[in-house]
């Protein structure tokens, strides 16, 4: 595929980062452009007009919405690239790849949500929410196994899905009263792995006390503190 690639994106976002990513794995050259989220812009606003959210992709004037639709977008559509494919070609382990993924969407993503979002003082859902972002974590660390990455031996569809999430740990643990590493040695060790190991990861990852300041403005914002 060729052509003009724009990409939509929120520095802090954990989905649009699994595109830029996916496009520096797939080495796909892009132009990024940054989109304040509580004044969106009008290309935004045009190019996903059901959802009016970061990431976007367009590519020659064409908007994909979505984070994991991009990410096989460009699996696919970029497959001349040279790099490997994300998805594997089995069609069960292509099915595998895709639950996992969206687990971490419904599951970690909503429960680390709850965790930062939760109001000051909100004593007993900053527990339960704490109680939920763990045991997503524990089911994921699960999931991983003893392999190097969810992949197998190499970065995969799943791992480009989970590791823009690893920012978001320290967040995670300063309201949530907890440390991945102590609860999840080895997924700790697993997203360490994905950014030393790959160019493309520590390239596309915003540093983790970014992050945690970007949220406490958040919530001064919504009025949580």
């Known amino acids: 595929m060729e052509?003009?690639?724009?990409?939509?994106?929120?520095?802090?976002?954990?989905?649009?980062?699994?595109?830029?990513?996916?496009?520096?794995?797939?080495?796909?050259?892009?132009?990024?452009?940054?989109e304040n989220l509580a004044a969106k812009s009008p290309l935004l606003l045009s190019s996903n007009p059901v959802h009016a959210k970061v990431p976007v992709l367009i590519v020659d004037g064409k908007p994909v919405c979505e984070s994991l639709v991009i990410l096989e977008f460009i699996d696919d559509g970029f497959s001349a690239a040279g790099a490997p494919p994300l998805l594997p070609a089995d069609p069960y382990a292509r099915a595998h790849a895709r639950f996992w993924a969206s687990y971490v969407d419904t599951k970690l993503n909503e429960a680390g949500m709850r965790v930062w979002r939760s109001p000051k003082g909100a004593t007993a859902a900053v527990e339960a929410a704490r109680k939920d972002t763990v045991a997503a974590l524990k089911t994921l660390e699960a999931e991983l196994g003893g392999k190097p990455y969810f992949g197998g031996d190499a970065l995969g569809y799943v791992d480009v899905a989970l590791v823009p999430f690893a920012p978001w740990f320290l967040t995670y643990e300063r309201f949530g009263g907890f440390t991945v590493a102590a609860e999840c040695p080895a997924l700790a060790a697993w997203a360490d792995r994905c950014v030393r190991e790959n160019t493309c990861v520590a390239e596309s990852l915003p540093e983790a006390e970014h992050v945690f300041q970007f949220v406490c403005g958040m919530r001064k914002a919504f009025g949580l503190d």
């Open 3 to 34: 052509g003009v690639v724009v990409l939509l994106n929120c520095f802090v976002s954990p989905f649009g980062n699994r595109v830029r990513i996916a496009l520096k794995f797939k080495g796909v050259a892009y132009e990024e452009k940054a």
